[in-house]
């Protein structure tokens, strides 16, 4: 095949070309450190990079949601613990206001104590969250849940799940109608009963309602209880979603970084190979100089 | 002495034909770098006569050329360039397409708010987040939409230039059959080839030199373009209901519409561009933004707002899918306050969240492209086809070109100019010239001392 000089010329600068523009492209790989920047590079490879991030912010999401939960639940866990606290003081209180040895004054006194006691645990009751909301106010969330004179229920049954995954719901509330008669005793007129009993030097009353207190003791615990596996579950979602975020992380890297050793080797290569062109174009445009010497 | 004066005209002729190999050399030396030059030769024939007489004689300049050859350059060459205006314009959308933050993230983003107001349904500060996520994600289906149709436009514009330019490059080239006609130049014929290649590069079709010497150019399709010298004109007219060009073949009182039969060269490409890639792309954007305003509707209908009420839509419901992405707003009602947001049970309480989290499961859920993909697939997936459109251009980019460099080489082979091979033809000839010019001298010794010895 006859070749001229003009296409030897031509072969070799495209060649450089070529070359340099390997140079460029692998460079651009090693400093944006993305073996894929465009889906036209490696479309699959981009769709599936594209799948990945849009799982992290789905996730991003969901683990903001049930933070947020967890910090209900941990408020929650918190004024469940006051009130809990509350009540087993008043039981000892109601113990002893119902043993023949306390004299009625005693009784009166006491009956100040739990009217005390009975007003703290409706404003525990009554706790908002960090972003105004009524812990235990269930749906009602706007609204003081426990009336503060007489401490009655005025919130409802419905409790908030929150995401854990992108297809998965945990509840992450409780509503006070649990501290009501529908799950037990009602809490806090229990505490409103006894009160006016050892004020009124009711002994047979506050005997009676020792009985009440214990079931109230009882299903705050059970109350808690729930909370406590509530918040169990969201630490198994935030474990789960520690290893999604590892797992989508390594996807995208997988998928559209570049791999940094293998990057700068390649930009080795390519640098060593658009210097040998250029000075094969070099030596053909001087062989084909006939001023050149040699 | 007759014989004497025969020489002299032998020697004269010589002279004359060598020359004309100098003059061929230089020429061909001269346009060593001249586009579409074919190099050429001076065929010498002896002339036939009594032994001492004869001589050289040189025929017209000859180019060395095939015009197999040269169509076959002319596919290739309108394949390549149909190739490349393809990824250009392909590289040009998906460059908009994916630039700053992407459709899917946008979609994405806005389904994170919903899973993050789920956890604070009363929070203003969440549900005020939803809200901005919704405009964020409707200015972004917008600058998408924008960008697909600015590279329409553009594809258009580029459109209407080159069928501008291929109607001069046809005219040229029937100037150029009249001058092969009128004087077989071989420079004509060059011409003639570059135009026609020219020419195939914007319109792609073919080209063939029929055996009265004449070139006809006829567009894919069977539209004639050029035949001889007689050019027809290409011209763009606006489609009255797109406003896109249609392009016709125009050719006195007769036009047809070409605009479907182009199938290579720049305007293939363009076309290809305008009227399949943009359009789909476009036809999915819509389809997206009128899949999430009546996929999110419905669910935020049904729901209720801070105040309990129901009914209230979160984007204005698209009036048809067509324009669907152009035309999404967020709902006014629930863009001016978002108490609007409607993430409550009907009849709960504003506490209630699940109406935020049925919004929040339609991120998973097939609502999309007639039910078979989620709303950020569907996104991810119409850059993607963009995306593979054009790794599939970079291909035939890739294989155009290495055709077209073999036969670049092949035509360089048979036609292209050496300058060493053209020095050293010119050396030959200049030798060749000198010792003719030497040959004549020493006849004119001899008849000189004839003519003093009479």
Same mark, same amino acid.
Do not use: C
């Given at each position: 095949?006859?070749?001229?000089?003009?296409?030897?010329?031509?072969?070799?600068?495209?060649?450089?070309?070529?070359?340099?523009?390997?140079?460029?492209?692998?460079?651009?790989?090693?400093?944006?450190?993305?073996?894929?920047?465009?889906?036209?590079?490696?479309?699959?490879?981009?769709?599936?990079?594209?799948?990945?991030?849009?799982?992290?912010?789905?996730?991003?999401?969901?683990?903001?949601?049930?933070?947020?939960?967890?910090?209900?639940?941990?408020?929650?866990?918190?004024?469940?613990?006051?009130?809990?606290?509350?009540?087993?003081?008043?039981?000892?209180?109601?113990?002893?206001?119902?043993?023949?040895?306390?004299?009625?004054?005693?009784?009166?006194?006491?009956?100040?104590?739990?009217?005390?006691?009975?007003?703290?645990?409706? $404003?525990?009751?009554?706790?908002?969250?960090? #972003?105004?909301?009524?812990?235990?106010?269930?749906?009602?969330?706007?609204?003081?849940?426990?009336?503060?004179?007489?401490?009655?229920?005025?919130?409802?049954?419905?409790?908030?799940?929150?995401?854990? #995954?992108?297809?998965?719901?945990?509840?992450?509330?409780?509503?006070?109608?649990?501290?009501?008669?529908?799950?037990?005793?009602?809490?806090?007129?229990?505490?409103?009963?006894?009160?006016?009993?050892?004020?009124?030097?009711?002994?047979?009353?506050?005997?009676?309602?020792?009985?009440?207190?214990?079931?109230?003791?009882?299903?705050?615990?059970?109350?808690?209880?729930?909370?406590?596996?509530?918040?169990?579950?969201?630490?198994?979602?935030?474990?789960?979603?520690?290893?999604?975020?590892?797992?989508?992380?390594?996807?995208?890297?997988?998928?559209?970084?570049?791999?940094?050793?293998?990057?700068?080797?390649?930009?080795?290569?390519?640098?060593?190979?658009?210097?040998?062109?250029?000075?094969?174009?070099?030596?053909?445009?001087?062989?084909?100089?006939?001023?050149?010497?040699? | 002495?007759?014989?004497?004066?025969?020489?002299?005209?032998?020697?004269?002729?010589?002279?004359?034909?060598?020359?004309?190999?100098?003059?061929?050399?230089?020429?061909?030396?001269?346009?060593?770098?001249?586009?579409?030059?074919?190099?050429?030769?001076?065929?010498?024939?002896?002339?036939?006569?009594?032994?001492?007489?004869?001589?050289?004689?040189?025929?017209?300049?000859?180019?060395?050329?095939?015009?197999?050859?040269?169509?076959?350059?002319?596919?290739?060459?309108?394949?390549?360039?149909?190739?490349?205006?393809?990824?250009?314009?392909?590289?040009?959308?998906?460059?908009?397409?994916?630039?700053?933050?992407?459709?899917?993230?946008?979609?994405?983003?806005?389904?994170?708010?919903?899973?993050?107001?789920?956890?604070?349904?009363?929070?203003?500060?969440?549900?005020?987040?939803?809200?901005?996520?919704?405009?964020?994600?409707?200015?972004?289906?917008?600058?998408?939409?924008?960008?697909?149709?600015?590279?329409?436009?553009?594809?258009?514009?580029?459109?209407?230039?080159?069928?501008?330019?291929?109607?001069?490059?046809?005219?040229?080239?029937?100037?150029?059959?009249?001058?092969?006609?009128?004087?077989?130049?071989?420079?004509?014929?060059?011409?003639?080839?570059?135009?026609?290649?020219?020419?195939?590069?914007?319109?792609?079709?073919?080209?063939?030199?029929?055996?009265?010497?004449?070139?006809?150019?006829?567009?894919?399709?069977?539209?004639?373009?050029?035949?001889?010298?007689?050019?027809?004109?290409?011209?763009?007219?606006?489609?009255?209901?797109?406003?896109?060009?249609?392009?016709?073949?125009?050719?006195?009182?007769?036009?047809?519409?070409?605009?479907?039969?182009?199938?290579?060269?720049?305007?293939?490409?363009?076309?290809?561009?305008?009227? $399949?890639?943009?359009?789909?792309?476009?036809?999915?954007?819509?389809?997206?933004?009128?899949?999430?305003?009546?996929?999110?509707?419905?669910?935020?209908?049904?729901?209720?707002?801070?105040?309990?009420?129901?009914?209230?839509?979160?984007?204005?419901?698209?009036?048809?899918?067509?324009?669907?992405?152009?035309?999404?707003?967020?709902?006014?009602?629930?863009?001016?306050?978002?108490?609007?947001?409607?993430?409550?049970?009907?009849?709960?309480?504003?506490?209630?969240?699940?109406?935020?989290?049925?919004?929040?499961?339609?991120?998973?859920?097939?609502?999309?492209?007639?039910?078979?993909?989620?709303?950020?697939?569907?996104?991810?997936?119409?850059?993607?086809?963009?995306?593979?459109?054009?790794?599939?251009?970079?291909?035939?980019?890739?294989?155009?070109?290495?055709?077209?460099?073999?036969?670049?080489?092949?035509?360089?082979?048979?036609?292209?100019?050496?300058?060493?091979?053209?020095?050293?033809?010119?050396?030959?000839?200049?030798?060749?010239?000198?010792?003719?010019?030497?040959?004549?001298?020493?006849?004119?010794?001899?008849?000189?001392?004839?003519?003093?010895?009479?």
């Amino acid at each position: 095949m006859r070749i001229t000089d003009h296409r030897l010329v031509d072969m070799s600068t495209a060649a450089a070309s070529t070359n340099q523009s390997r140079v460029a492209d692998i460079s651009e790989e090693v400093s944006s450190g993305l073996r894929v920047s465009r889906p036209s590079q490696d479309p699959s490879a981009w769709l599936a990079a594209q799948r990945a991030r849009v799982r992290a912010t789905l996730a991003d999401g969901t683990a903001q949601a049930f933070e947020t939960g967890h910090d209900h639940l941990v408020a929650t866990d918190g004024t469940l613990s006051q009130i809990s606290d509350i009540v087993m003081r008043v039981r000892a209180l109601a113990i002893q206001g119902a043993s023949d040895s306390t004299s009625a004054d005693g009784r009166a006194s006491m009956s100040t104590e739990v009217r005390g006691l009975f007003s703290a645990a409706v $404003v525990a009751g009554n706790t908002r969250s960090a #972003d105004g909301e009524y812990l235990l106010a269930g749906a009602s969330s706007l609204t003081e849940p426990f009336d503060p004179a007489t401490g009655a229920y005025r919130g409802d049954a419905t409790t908030r799940a929150v995401t854990t #995954d992108a297809t998965t719901t945990q509840l992450a509330s409780v509503a006070g109608s649990s501290l009501t008669a529908a799950n037990g005793v009602d809490v806090f007129a229990t505490l409103d009963r006894l009160a006016t009993a050892l004020s009124t030097n009711d002994v047979a009353t506050v005997r009676s309602l020792v009985g009440d207190l214990d079931t109230a003791t009882s299903q705050l615990a059970s109350t808690r209880s729930q909370t406590g596996s509530m918040m169990a579950v969201i630490e198994q979602a935030r474990t789960a979603h520690g290893e999604l975020v590892t797992h989508l992380a390594t996807t995208i890297s997988n998928a559209v970084e570049a791999d940094t050793a293998v990057a700068a080797s390649e930009l080795a290569k390519a640098t060593q190979a658009l210097e040998v062109s250029r000075a094969v174009s070099s030596h053909i445009v001087s062989m084909l100089n006939p001023t050149s010497s040699g | 002495m007759s014989d004497l004066m025969s020489l002299l005209g032998l020697g004269s002729a010589g002279i004359a034909a060598q020359n004309s190999g100098v003059a061929v050399a230089s020429n061909n030396v001269a346009n060593a770098n001249t586009e579409g030059y074919s190099r050429q030769r001076v065929d010498l024939e002896s002339v036939l006569g009594p032994p001492l007489e004869g001589g050289v004689r040189a025929g017209d300049a000859q180019r060395y050329a095939s015009n197999l050859l040269a169509s076959r350059i002319r596919t290739a060459s309108g394949s390549l360039q149909m190739s490349q205006a393809s990824a250009d314009a392909l590289s040009d959308l998906e460059a908009s397409l994916t630039s700053g933050a992407t459709i899917d993230g946008k979609i994405a983003a806005l389904f994170s708010r919903l899973s993050q107001v789920a956890a604070t349904p009363t929070d203003s500060v969440a549900r005020d987040a939803v809200v901005n996520a919704a405009n964020e994600t409707v200015t972004n289906i917008h600058d998408k939409a924008t960008a697909i149709t600015d590279a329409q436009h553009a594809a258009n514009s580029r459109i209407v230039d080159n069928a501008a330019q291929a109607t001069l490059l046809a005219k040229q080239l029937a100037d150029a059959n009249k001058a092969v006609a009128r004087t077989g130049d071989p420079v004509a014929a060059d011409r003639r080839d570059l135009l026609a290649k020219q020419l195939s590069d914007l319109t792609g079709g073919s080209a063939r030199i029929d055996r009265d010497g004449q070139l006809r150019f006829v567009l894919s399709g069977g539209a004639v373009l050029v035949d001889g010298t007689h050019a027809a004109s290409l011209q763009t007219t606006p489609d009255p209901t797109t406003g896109l060009a249609k392009v016709e073949v125009v050719d006195g009182n007769s036009r047809r519409d070409v605009t479907g039969a182009i199938d290579s060269g720049k305007l293939a490409a363009d076309l290809t561009f305008r009227d $399949v890639t943009a359009t789909r792309a476009m036809s999915q954007l819509d389809q997206l933004a009128y899949d999430l305003a009546t996929s999110m509707n419905t669910v935020h209908s049904a729901n209720a707002a801070l105040d309990g009420t129901t009914g209230h839509a979160m984007f204005v419901a698209p009036a048809a899918v067509t324009g669907a992405a152009a035309a999404l707003a967020v709902d006014p009602t629930l863009a001016a306050d978002s108490a609007n947001l409607a993430v409550a049970a009907p009849g709960t309480g504003p506490g209630d969240n699940k109406g935020a989290l049925a919004l929040f499961a339609l991120a998973n859920q097939n609502v999309a492209s007639g039910g078979t993909k989620t709303l950020t697939d569907a996104a991810i997936e119409m850059i993607g086809a963009v995306g593979t459109e054009g790794a599939a251009a970079q291909g035939d980019v890739a294989r155009d070109t290495m055709v077209s460099d073999h036969l670049a080489g092949l035509r360089d082979s048979l036609a292209g100019v050496d300058t060493q091979e053209e020095l050293t033809n010119l050396a030959r000839f200049e030798h060749a010239s000198s010792a003719m010019t030497k040959f004549v001298s020493t006849i004119d010794g001899m008849l000189s001392s004839l003519i003093e010895n009479l």
